[in-house]
């Protein structure tokens, strides 16, 4: 085979495997003073237990994500700074991506779909969130496969990697996915991993 048909042919199965749609736009303008000084106020939340765990939940705010093991909130450049799952970090947000140290994460939008791959904590990640269902694999060597069952409740398996019943729930603007706030939305889930993926 000739070095051009060859190279032809591995351009086009990168094509194929890479993830298709638009870079979700993600606000990374740095907040007004004003906005710094104000209280929290949550717009959404997300509970999820795994297994016979009481469970995490993470609620979500224009520049904050409060919860048990996360604390972390945008500063005055935009950035996202503080704990995440028990885990310091400091996040810079720009449209369809999210970067930091160990954090190297591109964030779609395919129709009604959220595409987020890339390396998280320094562990591959995959997910797929949908209306209806949350697949992949949020990092650390685990899948998750979540569906949803009745109104707002959310049950399947996280395995890392022996399965576990797992349930979610997702409350106020926490529900309105693909059109979620970004990045807070999926902070407050990565952050409500047991022991963050």
């Not at 194929?16 to 209280?39: E, F, I, N, Q, V």
């Not at 779609?108 to 562990?123: D, H, I, T």
């Not at 109104?151 to 399965?163: S, V």
């Amino acid at each position: 085979m000739t070095r051009v048909p060859l190279l032809a042919l591995l351009l086009l199965a990168a094509c194929a495997s890479a993830p298709r749609g638009a870079p979700l736009a993600m606000d990374a303008s740095p907040p007004t003073a004003a906005a710094l000084r104000m209280s929290y106020r949550s717009d959404g939340a997300i509970y999820l237990a795994v297994g016979r765990a009481a469970g995490i939940t993470n609620s979500y705010g224009a520049n904050q994500v409060v919860g048990p093991n996360t604390s972390l909130a945008r500063n005055s450049q935009g950035r996202w700074a503080g704990t995440l799952g028990g885990q310091t970090t400091m996040l810079e947000v720009s449209s369809g991506r999210i970067q930091g140290a160990g954090v190297d994460l591109t964030v779609l939008r395919q129709g009604e779909e959220l595409l987020v791959s890339g390396l998280w904590r320094n562990a591959r990640l995959e997910l797929r969130f949908q209306k209806d269902q949350v697949t992949g694999t949020p990092g650390a060597g685990c899948s998750i496969d979540l569906n949803l069952v009745e109104g707002k409740g959310w049950r399947g398996f996280l395995a890392c990697p022996n399965p576990d019943a797992a349930s979610m729930e997702l409350e106020g603007a926490a529900n309105d996915i693909p059109d979620a706030a970004m990045p807070q939305w999926l902070f407050a889930f990565l952050g409500a991993f047991p022991e963050g993926p």
